[in-house]
């Protein structure tokens, strides 16, 4: 469904799905890069589900079915990359504080006070912007496969990298986009993809046919990059927090996310042996229990 919603000063709407009663609460989970709501498993949202909560999952800002901002023009993610290590100002149509408070006028309009959230990759540091800067609408915080800020270009692989950055030519068929994300999700699910060729494609064929938008995923690419590092506001972060991180990670290496667990003081850091830069469904369980046991730990706090 389709959520109105006040960001700050902006008004945009954001594409929302919803399951379970919430007797425990809510856990709001924020996905990564360019990636839309659907990339969270059905079998994760269900299994958080029999626990007890509710759970929201939504297309960020510029992704999937929520407002876009194609009239803010289509940023260099390479420019903004060389500008931010040469300590250089980004210009940039948002950044990712903008995208936390998305988030907050998402509760608003859902009459949530605080929420446990969850968030992936680029969704963990959005995640970790509203544990420092919102911190009374936050139960508990659990980052997967995330990092302390944009990830150095040096901690990827050369194959991530290149991944990452890919754009579909112009005039691209569906076949073409649905081969160039299964192409990225082989690689960035890591040495030992444990990812079925079929779900791969089962994936990819759900993105592209649900919203194509590369120049979105190139502002918040953008988005990140100017946000910079997060690191000075971890020691703000009083929320129960755990960090799920695969040991194989191509794209945010485990030592960013260790640094995370270094950052945030009584954090706990849960390294999934095998996991790359993905969700994989054998590993769900395992999640869902890391999430839900830290989601505890802020009830009995």
């Not at 589900?49 to 289509?74: E, I, P, T």
């Amino acid at each position: 469904m389709q959520l109105a919603i006040k960001s700050g000063d902006a008004a945009l709407t954001l594409e929302i799905e919803q399951f379970g009663d919430g007797a425990n609460g809510t856990i709001l989970l924020i996905m990564g890069l360019g990636t839309q709501l659907i990339a969270w498993p059905m079998e994760l949202c269900n299994a958080l589900v029999a626990r007890g909560y509710r759970v929201v999952r939504y297309d960020n800002r510029d992704v999937g079915l929520s407002s876009k901002f194609a009239d803010r023009g289509v940023p260099s993610p390479v420019s903004a990359t060389l500008r931010a290590l040469l300590r250089l100002k980004i210009d940039a149509p948002y950044d990712l504080e903008d995208m936390a408070r998305d988030a907050v006028g998402l509760m608003d309009a859902l009459n949530i006070d605080a929420a446990h959230i969850v968030g992936a990759s680029m969704g963990g540091m959005i995640g970790q912007l509203l544990a420092a800067k919102h911190a009374s609408r936050v139960r508990s915080l659990a980052a997967i496969m995330s990092s302390p800020g944009a990830p150095l270009p040096w901690d990827s692989t050369a194959a991530a990298r290149r991944a990452l950055m890919k754009r579909p030519s112009r005039g691209a068929s569906k076949e073409e986009l649905i081969k160039l994300r299964i192409d990225t999700y082989r690689v960035i699910g890591g040495p030992r993809q444990s990812v079925p060729e079929v779900v791969l494609r089962e994936m990819a064929q759900l993105s592209v046919e649900r919203s194509v938008d590369s120049a979105g995923s190139q502002r918040q690419l953008v988005a990140t990059q100017k946000t910079g590092s997060l690191k000075r506001l971890l020691r703000d972060i009083r929320a129960p927090t755990v960090i799920i991180h695969g040991s194989d990670d191509p794209l945010i290496p485990l030592k960013r996310g260790e640094q995370l667990h270094r950052g945030i003081a009584g954090s706990r850091l849960v390294i999934l042996q095998g996991m790359g830069h993905n969700l994989p469904r054998p590993m769900l369980p395992a999640i869902a229990e890391a999430i839900c046991s830290n989601c505890a730990r802020a009830v009995r706090a």
